[in-house]
């Protein structure tokens, strides 16, 4: 839980049981991002970054496993299209906060994910462009696989994804 003291003008961490602990380093870094204007966020709004990352590592297991893609999954299943309409929703929410640079990570890393799933699938069509397109597509699965990891893990560590 993050409480603000008025006297000292700083976030002030208090660990609960249930929570990670931070370290000095990590509470330095929220202390100095509240100074630049991105100050901590309501739960809520770290929740719904959870979940949207939560909803996308779905889309990507069930294309893992199932019998589409993981890009297709990713990109077209209601997980990630939740996920998404979730972003959009809670963004102004966000705005202002550390979780703000995660919803816009989000938010791009879908978007990106169709314009080259796209651009992978049409080469494919054409036939001539499958040796490019499905180097493409392959490249978007790694890709995927890391922006969704390391987004998670930096929410997790209640960092930003960039400094503004």
């Known amino acids: 839980m993050v409480s603000f003291h008025p006297a000292h003008g700083i976030s002030i961490v208090s660990l609960a049981a ?93 978007w990106f994910a169709v314009l080259w799933a796209l651009i992978g699938w049409a080469l494919i069509i054409t036939l001539i462009g499958v040796v490019v397109g499905v180097p493409i597509l392959i490249a978007l699965t790694l890709w995927l696989l890391y922006r969704i990891g390391r987004g998670w893990l930096r929410l997790r560590a209640r960092r930003p994804m960039y400094i503004p």
């Not at 380093?25 to 929220?30: D, F, G, I």
């Open 18 to 110: 249930h929570a990670m602990k931070s370290t000095t380093q990590e509470a330095l870094c929220m202390a100095t991002s509240e100074s630049q204007g991105t100050g901590e966020p309501m739960s809520s709004v770290r929740t719904v970054a959870h979940l949207v990352y939560a909803l996308h590592t779905v889309a990507i297991l069930v294309g893992i496993a199932g019998a589409a893609t993981v890009i297709g999954s990713f990109v077209g299943s209601v997980p990630s299209i939740v996920a998404v309409v979730l972003n959009y929703v809670k963004r102004g929410e966000a705005r202002g906060t550390w979780v703000d640079s995660h919803y816009r990570w989000q938010i791009r890393t879908f």
